[in-house]
């Protein structure tokens, strides 16, 4: 951290027309914005949520309680603009990308799908490896490059979102893999299993964990072995974002869980992250509390998509404008306390 630029942005914040911390967390995000862009006067650009889709081979055992084809129908859904994310993200000014990182369809050329696509799903983990390191590289890779083109027109904030019937499961191992708590605290309801169906789910995580007999914390390794093709390209995004030290609003379980990979490749990852929320998913808390994470908001989410980072994204715009436009003691002449 660049603790002069830091003692310089909290004299800034101290030094508004009001007593000191009662902005709360705005004030916390306006610091951390300004050291994100090390400047004292941070901005928020060509706002974009990339929302990256795969299908899963594990889906297929009846990890969810609705079938793959659900991953095919949500995208044309996404195009269309008629879901949640369509409508939060158009409120919130910020453009979405739809990118098929490997879903089980083949998709009409469109203007807003980007074509990211590894292949037609990962494999099955309850059998060996979803991916190959040759398939998760190329999948990583390709986040990268939406990165390199979202910040060639100029954006420097980005939020992260998915779509991919049986990825809960997925980001349920990655998490218990790279964070080490315990799996039965990862596993949830998904899309809206009931008692049965999670226990079920947790019976085959488990038996799919411990077929991993050179089971390691490596993240590519662990990421190859059980994530999809859109939680790859999500980790790669996430490692060129920070890297061009663009401010990533990070959603739910889901993305996180590829933020648990990105953040053990490059710890440095961590300091360019705003949590947008506290998802309602089993295990999504843990995660947050791994890295040490306070989220913006609390609403009982847990639809994904990045509908938690559209709904957050004000809030950031609030902190620049503050820290902006806010009238200092000295220039509106009011005395400061004592």
């Known amino acids: 951290m660049n603790q002069t630029l830091a003692a310089e942005l909290q004299a800034k914040i101290d030094n508004k027309t009001k007593p000191q911390g009662a902005l709360g967390?705005?004030?916390?995000?306006?610091?951390?914005?300004?050291?994100?862009?090390?400047?004292?006067?941070?901005?928020?650009?060509?706002?974009?949520?990339l929302v990256c889709a795969g299908d899963h081979g594990a889906a297929k055992a009846g990890l969810s309680a609705y079938p793959q084809e659900v991953t095919w129908q949500m995208v044309q859904n996404f195009l269309a603009g008629g879901a949640a994310i369509n409508v939060l993200a158009r409120q919130a000014g910020m453009q979405l990308v739809v990118a098929d990182a490997g879903v089980n369809?083949?998709?009409?050329?469109?203007?807003?799908?980007?074509?990211?696509?590894?292949?037609?799903?990962?494999?099955?983990?309850?059998d060996g490896a979803a991916m190959t390191a040759a398939q998760c590289d190329a999948a990583m890779r390709h986040g990268a490059n939406a990165i390199e083109a979202a910040h060639a027109n100029g954006c420097n904030v980005i939020g992260f979102g998915e779509m991919g019937i049986?990825?809960?499961?997925?980001?349920?191992l990655i998490t218990h893999c790279l964070t080490g708590v315990p799996l039965a605290d990862c596993v949830g309801r998904g899309t809206g299993l009931d008692a049965v169906g999670v226990a079920r789910k947790l019976s085959l995580l488990t038996q799919a964990?411990?077929?991993?007999t050179e089971r390691n914390d490596d993240p590519r390794d662990v990421l190859a072995r059980f994530g999809g093709f859109e939680i790859a390209m999500l980790a790669?995004?996430?490692?060129?974002?920070?890297?061009?030290r663009m401010v990533l609003l990070i959603d739910g379980f889901i993305v996180t869980a590829a933020l648990l990979v990105a953040c053990k490749t490059n710890p440095a990852v961590r300091d360019c992250?705003?949590?947008?929320?506290?998802?309602?998913?089993?295990g999504h808390a843990l995660q947050l509390q791994h890295l040490a994470a306070t989220p913006l908001l609390q609403l009982g989410l847990r639809l994904g998509e990045g509908?938690?980072?559209?709904?957050?994204?004000?809030?950031?715009?609030?902190?620049?404008?503050?820290?902006?436009?806010m009238a200092s003691f000295d220039t509106a002449g009011v005395s400061s306390a004592a």
């Not at 995000?29 to 949520?49: M, Y």
């Not at 509908?307 to 436009?325: I, N, Q, R």
């Open 307 to 325: 509908t938690g980072a559209a709904l957050a994204y004000p809030l950031l715009k609030a902190a620049c404008a503050f820290l902006d436009e």
């Open 236 to 244: 790669g995004a996430m490692l060129a974002a920070a890297e061009r």
């Open 25 to 49: 967390q705005l004030e916390a995000l306006a610091l951390q914005l300004g050291l994100i862009q090390q400047t004292l006067t941070p901005q928020l650009r060509n706002p974009r949520i």
């Open 273 to 282: 992250c705003v949590f947008a929320h506290c998802s309602d998913e089993a």
């Open 209 to 212: 964990l411990n077929a991993w």
């Open 105 to 126: 369809h083949d998709f009409d050329v469109c203007n807003g799908l980007l074509d990211a696509k590894v292949a037609y799903g990962t494999a099955s983990y309850l």
């Open 166 to 172: 049986g990825n809960t499961s997925s980001a349920s």
